[in-house]
T-cell receptor, first 111, second 107 residues
Framework: NAGVTQTPKFRVLKTGQSMTLLCAQD?????MYWYRQDPGMGLRLIHY???????AKGEVPDGYNVSRLKKQNFLLGLESAAPSQTSVYFC??????????FGDGTRLSIL | GQNIDQPTEMTATEGAIVQINCTYQ??????LFWYQQHAGEAPTFLSY??LDGLEEKGRFSSFLSRSKGYSYLLLKELQMKDSASYLC????????WGAGTKLIIKP
């Protein structure tokens, strides 16, 4: 029972490159979230999903896209990476709007 | 907007008690969460208060006053492993997160 698994764990990109972060869960949760966490700031919601096939914008969606084609997977895409997107990215899931369960994070550096 | 405020950093001594405060605007929140986050790790759930009052769970307790927009996390018998950041989050349509309080425990 892995819970919430994020891949990759670390990545270094050059400005302008694209990549996709994968979040997979085996908890059968409906809600899934992508956050970024920067020093001195709280978790900021990028996008979220309330069920398979749905996505919605969070607080800081610009420069990111998401897809939830299967209930267990939530993908975060960066089409053209920028240094301002250097951050730690966390995926989280929840059964309802309450307690969230987090993956171990992806540390992303954009040069 | 809905802001959540908590101190940036606190220092306490091993074996002592520490209280971490969290204040928020009162409109719209349906409850308040506390999470613990060790450096380099993911946040993990500590407590959830939906009603006013104190919830006790072992060495950790959490208090909520909805009318005052105020919560605190109380940690007793501090251990070195309690050194971490403590995140306060209010539940509206989504969780609204504070920036976290870094707790440093000294021997």
């Amino acid at each position: 029972n892995a819970g919430v698994t994020q891949t990759p764990k670390f990545r270094v990109l050059k400005t302008g490159q694209s990549m996709t972060l994968l979040c997979a869960q085996d908890m059968n949760h409906e809600y899934m979230y992508w956050y970024r966490q920067d020093p001195g700031m709280g978790l900021r919601l990028i996008h979220y999903s309330v069920g398979e096939g749905t996505t919605a914008k969070g607080e800081v969606p610009d420069g990111y896209n998401v897809s939830r084609l299967k209930k267990q997977n939530f993908l975060l895409g960066l089409e053209s990476a920028a240094p301002s997107q250097t951050s730690v990215y966390f995926c989280a899931t929840s059964r309802d709007r309450g307690n969230q369960h987090f993956g171990d994070g992806t540390r992303l550096s954009i040069l | 907007g809905q802001n959540i405020d908590q101190p940036t950093e606190m220092t306490a001594t091993e074996g002592a008690i520490v209280q971490i405060n969290c204040t928020y605007q009162t409109s719209g929140f349906n409850g308040l969460f506390w999470y613990q986050q060790h450096a380099g790790e993911a946040p993990t759930f500590l407590s959830y208060n939906v009603l006013d009052g104190l919830e006790e769970k072992g060495r950790f307790s959490s208090f909520l006053s909805r009318s005052k927009g105020y919560s605190y996390l109380l940690l007793k018998e501090l251990q070195m492993k309690d050194s971490a950041s403590y995140l306060c989050a209010g539940l509206n349509y989504q969780l609204i997160w504070g920036a976290g309080t870094k707790l440093i425990i000294k021997p």
